[in-house]
């Protein structure tokens, strides 16, 4: 798909606004494990995850109750050795953690403008809680909305084609089963299927 302009991906953002909410929420659901506020490799491990199999994830970490930043930035190809800060950021006046806070469910926020890479994106976030209900934090998600969209509607795409092929496959079955059919009824006849007769021989 070609680079789309902001107002096209505006326009596909609302026409696919309900499953990118669905898909944000089983995303977050999926790594949504107190241990990620306990242990550094399983965290490297749900990260390592996540942008292998959602390429439209550009940035995943996690928030004390209060707001403050609790792991490090982790772009797409780095480790967490290779640290890019983050640690201690007052994320506290940002939308999402304002909706989050207020909401036991995984939030998404409208479209917005990334500062540092000047692209449409969205966030979502989700609470945490331990087995006893004791909130931990939460984990959030900056998402590139052109990127989501492309694999959503690469999604649609399949989807169209794999249709078409089992309609195809149908018809080739529906069409043997035909021929089959008539062999089997004219066996039943006692005689072979109708063949045109040898002109006679001069």
């Known amino acids: 798909m070609s680079e789309m302009s902001y107002i096209q991906i505006i326009e596909h953002y609302h026409q696919h ?6 898909l944000m929420g089983s995303i977050l659901s999926g790594i949504n494990d107190e241990t ?9 491990k749900a990260i390592d995850c996540l942008m292998e199999s959602y390429p439209f994830v550009d940035l995943p970490y996690t928030l004390d109750p209060s707001g403050q930043q609790l792991s490090h930035n982790v772009a797409p190809g780095n480790t967490l050795a290779d640290q890019q800060g983050g640690v201690g950021k007052d994320r506290s ?3 999402y953690f304002l909706q989050a806070k207020d909401s036991r469910a995984t939030i998404v ?4 403008l990334s500062v540092a890479s000047r692209s449409l994106c969205i966030s979502a976030a ?8 004791v909130l931990l934090g939460y984990i959030v998600l900056d998402i590139d909305l052109s990127r989501t969209i492309e694999f959503l509607m690469g999604d649609s795409q399949r989807l169209k084609f794999s ?3 089992k309609s195809i496959y149908a018809a080739i079955a529906l069409g043997l089963f035909s021929v089959v059919g008539l062999l ?3 066996s039943l006849e006692g005689q072979p299927p109708y063949t045109p007769a040898s002109p006679p021989i001069a």
């Open 36 to 44: 990620l506020f306990q242990d550094e490799a399983r965290q490297q």
């Open 126 to 133: 989700v609470e945490v809680r331990s087995a006893t209900d």
């Open 93 to 95: 006046h940002r939308p």
């Open 17 to 22: 606004t309900a499953s990118i909410n669905e």
């Open 163 to 165: 249709v078409l092929f």
């Open 184 to 186: 089997f009824y004219f």
């Open 109 to 112: 926020t409208a479209p917005y």
